[in-house]
Each structure stands twice: as structure tokens, then as C-alpha cells.
């Protein structure tokens, strides 16, 4: 008897194991969502200022879906469009990637690259992500320049380490990027320096929200600070959260709004709206854009 409730259970295990792979492979991971903060950074009377964050497209050119998905956030009718990195899974996937990004076009817009826009994904043991040190491990070269024209021929501003001011939404906001921390492409010290008086809002733009780049961006006075690449721990415990970033994040704040630790800026970490190629689940953590609504102090 204890023989057939011990197989009993074993298959009923299975069977919810089963059921919830089913789940996150099926059916979450398609699930976009779009998420909406008020984020109170602007100056007393200024009047809302809109913007739409996307992050971590890891977009495959049948992916359909999601970029119908995504383009039908122009209806969201943004002022400005952050990018913050990962957009392809694959050398031929650009079309897709403008596709879906068409309706922002022509809207201003800004851009930081990440890993994946250099180098496709490979196959590896998802269970590396909780180690704490690991190798990075790369695939074949994917057309990074080609977007990166792309982006720019549509009038976005280029952020890999690099610092400019643009006009959106009838203000002057002046924006500091770095290329992707994740592979040590960043280079803050190239573009760092306090922030201007003259502009209305200051927003420092990075893919990993690693410590090294955040820090340096909040003490020169960037008050909002946007990355992705953490896919908001992808697969999260209900009650509990990530159980990784992917980087220094501490897990608490591996997705949604938060205050950066010792300053005055607001971060705003993506869970993104794609997961890697290998490994296409998404447990408790959907996929997501946001709409970030800034308001004055």
C-alpha cells in the first residue's frame, strides 16, 4: 500500500512539474504586459511627461506575436522611447526588431545595445544563472551596426558611451548612456560629468543595471536611471521573487521602480518582453513594457 501512494505521489509531482512547464512555455511568456509608474522627477508645476521603456526583445523573425504586441503601444502616445538593449536572437531578425519598433520611429527616441545585439545566444544550462561567477559565453555575430544605423536614420539618439540633449515632449532632457556593462563595453568615465542646469530632465541609460555604472550616473545628478537585462529573474518563486539578476542588482529590485540606494535618482529596471532562445520560460514574471509617467515633485 505505501508502495502505490509513494508512486502515487511521484506521479502527481510529474504531472504538476509538467503542467507548470507546460505553463511557462506556453502560455506566460506570452503574456505581455504593460506596467505604469508615476515617477515624481520633474519640477513643481511642470506639466506629465511620457515614457514608453522597452527592453529585451530578443526577437526571432517569426515572432509575430510580440511584435504586433509592441507596435500597438503607439497607442500609449508616448513623448519619448528608451530602448535599453537585447533586441535580436538572430542574424536575421532586424526585420522584426523594426517591425515592431515602426509606430516609435519617428517619435524622439534614445538607445543603449546589450550583449545580445553583438552576439547570438548559445545553448547552456539555465541553472548557471545562480552562480555567482560564470562565464560568458558567446554565438555567432549578429548585424549590430545594421540596427544601430537603423535606429539612428530615424533620428534616436545613439547612447553606447555617449552623452547629448534632445527635445521631447516640449522639454530639453539631457541623457548619459554606456554600451553594455554585462561584456565591459561600458565606459562611463568617457561621458561623465555633473548634469546641466539648463535642462529640464536628466536620464542616464544603461542594458545591466550594474552597480559600477549606476553609482557614478546618481552622483553626477541623473535623477532617473532606466536599464533592462535582468528579464526581471525570469523565472521568480510567488511570494518571494528573483532569485537572480544577472548581475549586482540586489534581487529586490530586479524589476519595477525603486529609489537607488544612497541618492536621489529613481531606477526603473525592464523584466523585458523576450527570454533567451534556449530557454523560452517565463515563471510569476511576465513579460513587459512600461509606460513610466514623470510628474513633478
Known amino acids: 500500500m505505501r508502495k502505490r501512494s509513494l508512486i502515487a505521489l511521484a506521479a502527481g509531482i510529474t504531472a ?3 503542467a507548470t512547464f507546460a ?6 511568456r506570452n503574456m505581455f504586459t504593460l506596467r505604469r509608474f508615476d515617477v515624481p522627477v520633474l519640477e513643481p508645476d511642470a506639466e506629465p511627461l511620457r515614457i ?15 511584435q504586433d504586441w509592441v507596435a500597438a503601444l503607439g497607442g500609449t502616445d508616448p513623448d519619448l522611447v528608451v530602448v535599453t538593449g537585447d533586441n535580436m536572437a538572430a542574424p536575421d531578425a532586424i526585420p522584426g526588431v523594426l517591425r515592431a519598433l515602426d509606430p516609435f520611429l519617428g517619435l524622439p527616441g534614445a538607445f543603449v545595445f546589450g550583449s545580445n545585439d553583438y552576439r547570438g545566444p548559445i545553448w547552456k544550462n539555465p541553472l548557471q544563472y545562480l552562480l555567482p561567477e560564470r562565464e560568458y ?8 551596426e545594421d ?6 536614420d530615424a533620428g534616436w539618439a545613439d547612447l553606447n558611451n555617449a552623452r547629448t540633449t534632445i527635445k521631447a515632449g516640449g522639454r530639453s532632457i539631457e541623457l548619459a548612456g554606456v554600451d553594455d556593462p554585462h561584456i565591459d563595453r561600458d565606459d562611463y568615465p568617457s561621458v561623465a560629468g555633473p548634469v546641466t542646469a539648463d535642462a529640464d530632465l536628466h536620464i542616464g541609460v544603461t542594458h545591466t543595471p550594474a552597480s559600477r555604472v549606476l553609482d557614478p550616473m546618481a552622483a553626477d545628478g541623473f535623477n532617473l536611471l532606466l536599464a533592462g537585462h535582468t528579464h526581471g529573474g525570469q523565472v521568480c518563486v510567488p511570494g518571494y521573487g528573483a532569485l537572480t539578476t544577472n548581475c549586482d542588482l540586489p534581487h529586490a529590485m ?9 541618492s536621489e ?4 529596471v525592464s523584466a523585458g518582453l523576450g527570454t533567451h532562445p ?6 510569476a514574471c511576465r513579460p513587459e513594457a512600461t509606460v513610466l509617467t514623470l510628474t513633478p515633485r
Open 23 to 28: 505553463y511557462a512555455s506556453l502560455v506566460e
Open 147 to 152: 540596427l544601430r544605423a537603423a535606429f539612428v
Open 52 to 66: 514608453l521603456h522597452i527592453s529585451d526583445l530578443h526577437m526571432m523573425p517569426e515572432q509575430r506575436r510580440k
Open 265 to 268: 535618482a529613481w531606477l526603473h
Open 278 to 283: 534556449t530557454a523560452p520560460i517565463r515563471f
Open 137 to 144: 559565453q558567446q554565438g555567432e555575430d549578429l548585424p549590430a
Open 16 to 18: 504538476v512539474g509538467g
Open 254 to 262: 530586479a524589476k519595477g521602480l525603486h529609489r537607488w540606494p544612497g
